[in-house]
């Protein structure tokens, strides 16, 4: 079963710089839609930002321009770079696989994505 690891969380000040990962042991991610999301307590799970197995990108409209996501084909590593990161970025982030060879993604309808990780922990505070 596919299985998905998030790193790269950590602790930042408003305005810093953070760079997730998103790796999979056995599964070439690249054969996959991959998305980032977040969950903050007492809210529910939402959208970042998604990549397609044709690296086609959407971005939820409260990171725009400060998120970027992307692909490293030879490690097997997806990333989301987040930049000019604010108080309400705090969350658990988490990426998710959709391997039914969807052409675009989606950052909206979380069901499509079958594999979850655990979960990586972003702490944007002063």
């Known amino acids: 079963q596919l299985q998905l690891v998030e790193s790269g969380g950590g602790f930042v000040q408003p305005g810093g710089s953070l760079r997730l990962s998103c790796t999979a042991s056995s599964f070439a991610l690249e054969f996959a839609a991959i998305g980032w999301f977040r969950q903050a307590p007492g809210k529910e799970r939402e959208g970042v930002s998604c990549?397609?197995?044709?690296?086609?990108?959407n971005f939820a409209d409260s990171v725009k321009g400060r998120f970027t996501i992307s692909r490293d084909r030879a490690n097997n590593v997806v990333y989301l770079q987040m930049d000019s990161l604010k108080s309400d970025d705090s969350a658990i982030y988490y990426c998710a696989a959709d391997q039914t060879g969807s052409l675009e993604c989606t950052v909206t309808l979380l069901d499509e994505y079958r594999y979850w990780g655990q979960g990586t922990p972003v702490t944007v505070s002063s």
């Open positions: 990549i397609s197995i044709h690296d086609k990108t």
